[in-house]
Each structure stands twice: as structure tokens, then as C-alpha cells.
């Protein structure tokens, strides 16, 4: 893969008559990594190990002096492999020597920019993992590789009924925390930046400022009642897009006491939800932007995107 360096054009955004604004065109804020807690794997090695309790014992009544056969429970031990996540960057020594602010304002703008395209990486990851057209193969696995969450027969996956194909969507329903959801990194390092150096470019003879950026991680995806899912949405299939009663479904595949903590959708499916309960409003006014269903918060992601495949 080829380097995408910062060049002399770039000086057109830091021209002396632009507005140093905050203006983006880039969409990749992370919610649903600031909800997930992080913490060190089983070992501190970057595989991570932890078992599921997938079958209970046998008991049940006996008569007097008529004994019974013992069982036992089962556990299921699930390892997850943690992936390096890298955002390190260079710029060009000259370049950066006639930044006007200086060169560390380059170096830091750089450097927030990068950590927020790793942020929305991750966010990407924990969704759709590695899967071959969404995900990243060199990443760690994600929803979607769950084997609870892999087909409409599972479950916990409701079928919303989209069937055009590549132009599908999931909600998410999830319940985070040390036994469920959450990642983990070896002693539990999460984003570690180095210190800025002034080297020469391993593609050429000349200086630059680098610094490391990384990270690594895997994800714990819990057990079988720690996500569900509402697959094959779709704005355009009939009867394929979201409202409270898919909702209703999803959450009712939860057992009592293990509800999910949030779900997780992007902003389409929010539309859909507050249309469908604008269509329902005795009033007639239009229902505000939904932050919650059910009492269960909602997360709105850009990193759900609208071309997934008809799930099976």
C-alpha cells in the first residue's frame, strides 16, 4: 500500500485568509467504543481466554431411599486473538518547519486526526470484524462473527424480511461489562502514542518527524445473551424498516434480569424509528428523535453501514 503523505498544496488550508473553524466532512466519531470498557486479557498476552457457562447440571426430586443420577455443569472456553491497530504518522521535516503555527500544531493536528480514524477503525471492527467486504481480515473478530448472530434462524437475531440485496442494515441490542461485552488489550493498554522523533524517510533520503501510534486488542464477545440483533433492515423493502415493535422483538429475546445496557443503530434507523412513532402520535405532532426504547438508551453509530448482505 502506498504512503498518503501531506504535501505543499496542503498549505491551501492554512492560508492566512481561512478561518481556522473546526468545519469536518469526515464522519468517524466512535460512540460505541466510549461505552465499552477495556481491560487487561486473561494472561496479559495478546490472546485472551474465558469461558461461557453453556450447560447447567441436571437435578430434580428423588424418593425416599431411591437415589439419583449426578450431573455435572459445562463450560465452553472461547480464545480471542488481539490485533494490532496502528495510526502512527509522519510528516515531512521541511513541511512542517514552515507550518505557520510551528511544527508541533502539525505534528498534534495530525495526530488527532489519526486517533480519531483509529477510533472509528475500532468501531468498524467490533461491528463487522472480519468480514470480507466490511470488515478488515487482519483485525480481530466482530458481531458478526458471533455464531448467535450469524443467521435469522439464531435466537437472538429478529429478521426484519429486507431481501435486496448489499443494501441491508443490523440494529444491535448489547449488554457490556467484564462478563458480556467488552475489550481487552494485554495489561490493558488501550491507545499508546510514543514520543515525536525526527528520522529519515524508509522511502526516501529525508528527514521526517514520526511518531508511533497503536494499539492492541481483541473483543470479548460474552455469551449467548450478550448481544442480539435485528437484521435485514432496509428504507426501501416492504415492511423491512425499523419501529418499536422489531425493537419490542429484540428485547424479549433476552432472558429476565440480562437486559441489554444500549442499542446500537445508525442514523437511518433512528429516521425510521421516530417516523414510525410520529405515524402513532395521537397529537399529530412529530415525535422528537428517539434517545431511548424502552427504557434501553440509543447509541447512533456511523460505522452501521446500509450495505450489508441478505442474512439467511
Avoid at 468501531?123 to 458481531?143: K, M, N, R, V
Avoid at 448472530?149 to 457490556?176: C, E, H, P
Avoid at 428517539?290 to 446500509?306: D, H, K, Q, R, Y
Wanted: glycine share 8%.
Amino acid at each position: 500500500m502506498a504512503n498518503d503523505l501531506l504535501a505543499v498544496a496542503d498549505f491551501l488550508a492554512d492560508a492566512l485568509d481561512v478561518d481556522k473553524t473546526a468545519t469536518t466532512e469526515v464522519l468517524n466519531s466512535a460512540p460505541l467504543v466510549s461505552r465499552l470498557p477495556i481491560s487487561d486479557t486473561a494472561d496479559g498476552s495478546s490472546t485472551h481466554k474465558y469461558t461461557k457457562y453453556t450447560q447447567a447440571p441436571v437435578v430434580g426430586f428423588r424418593s425416599e431411599n431411591a437415589g439419583r443420577d449426578y450431573s455435572h455443569s459445562v463450560d465452553t472456553i472461547v480464545s480471542v486473538n488481539c490485533s494490532i491497530l496502528d495510526w502512527s504518522w509522519r510528516v515531512d521535516h521541511a513541511i512542517a518547519q514552515s507550518w505557520r503555527q510551528g511544527p508541533q500544531d502539525l505534528i498534534a493536528r495530525e495526530g488527532l486526526r489519526h486517533l480519531g480514524a483509529a477510533l472509528y477503525k475500532l468501531e468498524q471492527q467490533i461491528i463487522y470484524g472480519t468480514d470480507a467486504t466490511l470488515g478488515d481480515s487482519s483485525g480481530f473478530a466482530g458481531f458478526l462473527q458471533s455464531t448467535d448472530l450469524d443467521a435469522v434462524a439464531d435466537a437472538m437475531v429478529i429478521n426484519a424480511g429486507g431481501t435486496t440485496a448489499s443494501s441491508q442494515n443490523s440494529v444491535y441490542a448489547v449488554k457490556a461489562g467484564f462478563n458480556d461485552v467488552r475489550l481487552v488489550s494485554p495489561a490493558a493498554n488501550g491507545l499508546v502514542v510514543g514520543d515525536t522523533i525526527v528520522t529519515e524517510a524508509n522511502d526516501g533520503n529525508y528527514p521526517v518527524f514520526y511518531t508511533p501510534g497503536n494499539m492492541l486488542a481483541g473483543l470479548q464477545l460474552g455469551g449467548k445473551y450478550s448481544i442480539g440483533r435485528i437484521c435485514n433492515l432496509n428504507a426501501s423493502d416492504s415492511g423491512a424498516q425499523l419501529d418499536d415493535d422489531k425493537i419490542s422483538d429484540l428485547l424479549s429475546a433476552f432472558p429476565s434480569g440480562m437486559a441489554p445496557d444500549f442499542l446500537v443503530m445508525n442514523r437511518d434507523r433512528l429516521k425510521e424509528l421516530q417516523q414510525s412513532r410520529t405515524a402513532t402520535n395521537p397529537t399529530g405532532a412529530p415525535s422528537p428523535f428517539p434517545s431511548s426504547a424502552f427504557g434501553v438508551p440509543i447509541i447512533v453509530t456511523e460505522a452501521l453501514v446500509n450495505t450489508e448482505a441478505v442474512e439467511a
